[in-house]
C-alpha cells in the first residue's frame, strides 16, 4: 500500500488490509487534522481493501465529521464500488467520480 499527498487531496494505492491498516490509519488521522475542507481520497491505484481497510475509511469518515471536515471518496473502483453498494455506505460516505449501481449518490466534483 502507498499512501501519498497532502492534507487536501490523497492517493491511496495497493493494497488496504489488516497488514497496512495501521500506516494508513495514521497518515489518515494526520491529514484530516492538519487541514481544512474536504480532505479527498483519490482511490483509482487502489487494488483492493478488506474489512480492516473498510474500517479505515470509516474511521477517518467520522474523524473528519468531528474536525468539521468531510472525506470524499473519489474514482472508486467498481469491485469496491459494489462493495459500498451492498453494504450500503455509499449512503454514508460521500463519493465522486464514476457511477454507482443501484442508485448511489455522487457527489459533484
Excluded: F, N
Excluded at 55 to 64: E, F, Y
Aim: glycine share 14%.
Amino acid at each position: 500500500m502507498h499512501i501519498r499527498g497532502d492534507h487536501a487531496e490523497l492517493v491511496v494505492g495497493g493494497r488496504l488490509d489488516v497488514r497496512s491498516a495501521a500506516d494508513a490509519r495514521s497518515v489518515l488521522h494526520t491529514a484530516v487534522d492538519s487541514g481544512e475542507g474536504d480532505l479527498v481520497l483519490d482511490l483509482a491505484e487502489l487494488d483492493s481493501w478488506d474489512a480492516t481497510g473498510l474500517g479505515v475509511i470509516m474511521g477517518a469518515h467520522r474523524r473528519a465529521g468531528r474536525c468539521g471536515r468531510r472525506l470524499v471518496l473519489r474514482d472508486v473502483p467498481p469491485q469496491m464500488q459494489r462493495l459500498l453498494v451492498a453494504t450500503r455506505l455509499h449512503r454514508i460516505l460521500a463519493i465522486e467520480g464514476g457511477g454507482l449501481p443501484e442508485g448511489g449518490t455522487l457527489t459533484k466534483p
